[in-house]
C-alpha cells in the first residue's frame, strides 16, 4: 500500500493505493455523524464501441441485481434499513456507485461495494440480463424516445463527432444494440473495466481514516487487479462547415439548440468556456437571458453550459422559443451575441460570473456526498484530489481576453451544429 499525502489542502485529505491499485482517498469530518461512500469505476459510453453501445449504462443495472453474497434488490434494502440512501449514475466516461449511511454503517456499505466488485459474476445469469435488459429499453422509451425534446442532445452529439468518435453514441446506447448484448459480452466486459485498478473509492463524513483504511482493506484488499486497459484517445474535434438539421418532434414549443466542440475539462480553454457560459447566461440579469426572455421576448428560457467531458468537451446553448415565434429569429440574436464574444466582455460581467460559480462549488463543498463526488473525480481524471481546493484557482486566473480567445476561435457559425426541434404538423 502507498500514501499520498496533501499538505497544501485547506481540507484533511488522504490519499492510498492497495496492493491491487484500488485508490483510496479518505476526507474525515465529524460535522455530522454520516459518512458518504463513493466508488468511481474509469468506465463510461467512451469505452464502448459503435455496434455495442449502451453496456456502461446496463451495468449500472446489473450491478443493483445482486451479487454472490447479496440478493437481488437487496443492495437497496440494507441501506435503506439502516437509513441510509444509495444510487448509481452512468456517464460518458465514468460509471459511480455511492451511498451516504450514519457514520457507524459504513462497513455495510463497504461490504455492498466490495461484494459486487468482486463477486458479481457468479450471480450473473441469463435471466437478471434480460430482466435488465428490458429495464433499460423502457427507459430509453420513457426519457428518450418518447420524451419532447428527448433525442435532441442525442442528434447534436451524432452530429458533432464524428462516427467513430467515442461521443457520438448516446450513454444510454441504442436499442437494437441493447437487444443484441449477450451474457459473454457482458461477463467481458465487466472483467475488463470493474476491477480496483480502475477504480476510485472516496469515503466522507465522520470516518476515522486508520480505522476506515483497514475496513477498506479488508473488503477490497484481496480483489484481484485486471490487467490493465487501453486508455481511449480521439482527434481534436473542429467542424468544417456548419451542420444544420431540423427535427419534427410531439412538442408544443419549439427549441433551438446551438452546440459547438471544445478543449477537454481541464484544460484552460475549458475552464474560459465554463465562465463564458456563466456570463452569457447564468441568471436572469445576464445579457442573453435578458435580451432574449425580457426585452425581445422571444424566448421562453434561455441555459449555456459546458459538458465536463475527459477528451474534448461540447459547448451548448438552448433555448425555448415562445409561441408564434419563428426559431430562425431566436438563432440570430444568439448569434449577435456570440459574435459580441469576440471582444472581452465587460469587467463587471466577468466578476459577476466569477463570483457565481466560485458560490455554486462552495454551496455544493457543504453537502458530504458532493464533496465525495468531486474527490473521485478530480482523483480518476486528474490522479489529484486536492483540486477539490484548488479547482476554482482556474477560474481566477482568466481574463477577458481568454475568454475572447474562446469566442474567435470556437464559437463561429462554421463550428457548430443547429438543431431547431419544432412542432410536428
Same mark, same amino acid.
Given at each position: 500500500?502507498?500514501?499520498?499525502?496533501?499538505?497544501?489542502?485547506? *481540507? =484533511?485529505?488522504?490519499?492510498?493505493?492497495?496492493?491491487?491499485?484500488?485508490?483510496?482517498?479518505?476526507?474525515?469530518?465529524?460535522?455530522?455523524?454520516?459518512?458518504?461512500?463513493?466508488?468511481?469505476?474509469?468506465?463510461?459510453?467512451?469505452?464502448?464501441?459503435?455496434?455495442?453501445?449502451?453496456?456502461?449504462?446496463? /451495468?449500472?443495472?446489473?450491478?443493483?441485481?445482486?451479487?454472490?453474497?447479496?440478493?437481488?434488490?437487496?443492495?437497496?434494502?440494507?441501506?435503506?434499513?439502516? !437509513? !441510509?440512501?444509495?444510487?448509481?449514475?452512468?456517464?460518458?466516461?465514468?460509471?459511480?456507485?455511492?451511498?451516504?449511511?450514519?457514520?457507524?454503517?459504513?462497513?455495510?456499505? *463497504?461490504?455492498?461495494?466490495?461484494?459486487?466488485?468482486?463477486?458479481?459474476?457468479?450471480?450473473?445469469?441469463?435471466?437478471?440480463?434480460?430482466?435488465?435488459?428490458?429495464?433499460?429499453?423502457?427507459?430509453?422509451?420513457?426519457?428518450?424516445?418518447?420524451?419532447?425534446?428527448?433525442?435532441?442532445?442525442?442528434?447534436?452529439?451524432?452530429?458533432?463527432?464524428?462516427?467513430?468518435?467515442? #461521443?457520438?453514441?448516446?450513454?444510454?446506447?441504442?436499442?437494437?444494440?441493447?437487444?443484441?448484448?449477450?451474457?459473454?459480452? &457482458?461477463?467481458?466486459?465487466?472483467?475488463?473495466?470493474?476491477?480496483?485498478?480502475?477504480?476510485? *473509492?472516496?469515503?466522507?463524513? %465522520?470516518?476515522?481514516?486508520?480505522?476506515?483504511?483497514?475496513?477498506?482493506?479488508?473488503?477490497?484488499?484481496?480483489?484481484?487487479?485486471? !490487467?490493465?486497459?487501453?486508455?481511449?484517445?480521439?482527434? =481534436?474535434?473542429?467542424?468544417?462547415?456548419?451542420?444544420?438539421?431540423?427535427?419534427?418532434?410531439?412538442?408544443?414549443?419549439?427549441?433551438?439548440?446551438?452546440?459547438?466542440?471544445?478543449?477537454?475539462?481541464?484544460?484552460?480553454?475549458? #475552464?474560459?468556456?465554463?465562465? *463564458?457560459?456563466?456570463?452569457?447566461?447564468?441568471?436572469?440579469?445576464?445579457?442573453? #437571458?435578458? %435580451?432574449?426572455?425580457?426585452?425581445?421576448?422571444?424566448?421562453? %428560457?434561455?441555459?449555456?453550459?459546458?459538458?465536463?467531458?475527459? &477528451?474534448?468537451?461540447?459547448?451548448?446553448?438552448?433555448?425555448?422559443?415562445?409561441?408564434?415565434?419563428?426559431?430562425?429569429?431566436?438563432?440570430?440574436?444568439?448569434?449577435?451575441?456570440?459574435?459580441?464574444?469576440?471582444?472581452?466582455?465587460?469587467?463587471?460581467?466577468?466578476?459577476?460570473?466569477?463570483?457565481?460559480?466560485?458560490?455554486?462549488?462552495?454551496?455544493?463543498?457543504?453537502?458530504?456526498?458532493?464533496?465525495?463526488?468531486?474527490?473521485?473525480?478530480?482523483?480518476?481524471?486528474?490522479?489529484?484530489?486536492?483540486?477539490?481546493?484548488?479547482?476554482?484557482?482556474? #477560474?481566477?486566473?482568466?481574463?477577458?481576453?481568454?475568454?475572447?480567445? /474562446?469566442?474567435?476561435?470556437?464559437?463561429?457559425?462554421?463550428?457548430?451544429?443547429?438543431?431547431?426541434?419544432?412542432?410536428?404538423?
Amino acid at each position: 500500500m502507498s500514501t499520498t499525502d496533501h499538505p497544501a489542502t485547506r *481540507l =484533511p485529505i488522504e490519499e492510498h493505493t492497495l496492493g491491487n491499485g484500488l485508490r483510496v482517498v479518505l476526507q474525515p469530518d465529524s460535522t455530522l455523524p454520516l459518512v458518504a461512500i463513493n466508488l468511481w469505476y474509469h468506465v463510461g459510453s467512451k469505452n464502448e464501441r459503435p455496434g455495442r453501445t449502451g453496456f456502461a449504462h446496463l /451495468f449500472e443495472h446489473m450491478l443493483f441485481q445482486g451479487s454472490e453474497h447479496v440478493g437481488t434488490n437487496d443492495h437497496f434494502r440494507y441501506v435503506q434499513q439502516v !437509513g !441510509g440512501v444509495a444510487n448509481g449514475s452512468t456517464w460518458y466516461d465514468r460509471t459511480n456507485y455511492y451511498e451516504t449511511l450514519p457514520a457507524n454503517q459504513m462497513e455495510l456499505g *463497504l461490504w455492498l461495494e466490495a461484494d459486487r466488485m468482486g463477486f458479481l459474476l457468479p450471480a450473473l445469469d441469463e435471466s437478471k440480463l434480460e430482466n435488465q435488459r428490458e429495464v433499460v429499453m423502457n427507459e430509453r422509451r420513457q426519457h428518450v424516445d418518447n420524451q419532447p425534446y428527448g433525442r435532441a442532445m442525442e442528434r447534436v452529439h451524432e452530429l458533432l463527432y464524428p462516427p467513430g468518435h467515442p #461521443y457520438h453514441w448516446p450513454v444510454i446506447g441504442y436499442m437494437e444494440d441493447i437487444a443484441a448484448a449477450t451474457l459473454v459480452e &457482458i461477463e467481458e466486459f465487466f472483467r475488463t473495466y470493474y476491477v480496483p485498478d480502475n477504480a476510485v *473509492l472516496s469515503l466522507v463524513g %465522520d470516518v476515522e481514516p486508520a480505522a476506515a483504511l483497514a475496513a477498506i482493506e479488508r473488503y477490497f484488499g484481496e480483489i484481484p487487479s485486471g !490487467g490493465g486497459i487501453d486508455k481511449v484517445t480521439a482527434e =481534436p474535434v473542429q467542424l468544417a462547415a456548419e451542420q444544420r438539421e431540423v427535427l419534427a418532434d410531439d412538442v408544443q414549443l419549439a427549441r433551438v439548440y446551438l452546440a459547438f466542440p471544445a478543449a477537454a475539462f481541464g484544460e484552460p480553454e475549458w #475552464y474560459a468556456a465554463d465562465l *463564458l457560459s456563466t456570463a452569457l447566461t447564468g441568471g436572469k440579469s445576464s445579457p442573453l #437571458y435578458k %435580451d432574449l426572455v425580457y426585452t425581445r421576448e422571444l424566448a421562453q %428560457d434561455v441555459v449555456s453550459y459546458v459538458l465536463p467531458l475527459e &477528451i474534448g468537451s461540447t459547448f451548448i446553448i438552448v433555448a425555448t422559443v415562445k409561441p408564434d415565434i419563428d426559431p430562425q429569429e431566436v438563432e440570430k440574436v444568439i448569434g449577435e451575441h456570440l459574435e459580441k464574444t469576440a471582444d472581452a466582455p465587460p469587467q463587471q460581467e466577468l466578476e459577476r460570473a466569477r463570483n457565481q460559480l466560485l458560490t455554486a462549488h462552495h454551496d455544493g463543498l457543504q453537502a458530504v456526498e458532493q464533496r465525495a463526488d468531486l474527490l473521485s473525480l478530480y482523483t480518476t481524471y486528474f490522479s489529484d484530489p486536492s483540486r477539490l481546493d484548488r479547482e476554482m484557482e482556474s #477560474y481566477e486566473k482568466l481574463t477577458g481576453e481568454d475568454l475572447a480567445r /474562446f469566442g474567435r476561435t470556437r464559437l463561429v457559425p462554421d463550428n457548430r451544429v443547429s438543431l431547431h426541434v419544432v412542432p410536428k404538423e
